[in-house]
């Protein structure tokens, strides 16, 4: 089993930035992907931003440019790095790690993004 905990989560003004953080613990060895999804009320969950172990970023078009995510695989830590934000990027944030040898992903409790004035 593999536990995320989620940080950093808030309220901002828009044109802020927030940063969140996210700790794995358990049977971590196993994690390749790590990253991170948000859920707005009425929506489904999509993707934002995802790392490999080997460094390997994959972004959604609405973030890219302002979102970096980042790891530190010493510290089984994943980081999202927000700048920008707008109301849009309201929403609750999870984050996701997948185990190809659990053939399984974890996710996180959640953390609440909100921009608004």
Known sequence: QVQLVESGGGLVQPGGSLRLSCAASGSV????????YR???G?????VATIT????TNYADSVKGR??????NAKNTV?????SLKPD???VYYCNAYSPL???AYWGQGTQVTVSS
């Open 79 to 83: 980081n999202l790095q927000m700048n």
């Open 43 to 47: 929506k489904q969950r999509d993707l």
């Open 53 to 56: 172990n080997g460094g390997t």
């Open 102 to 104: 659990a053939f399984r």
């Open 89 to 91: 990027d309201t929403a």
């Open 29 to 36: 060895f196993g994690i390749n992907v790590m990253g991170w």
């Open 39 to 41: 859920q707005a009320p």
């Open 67 to 72: 979102f970096t995510v980042s790891r530190d």
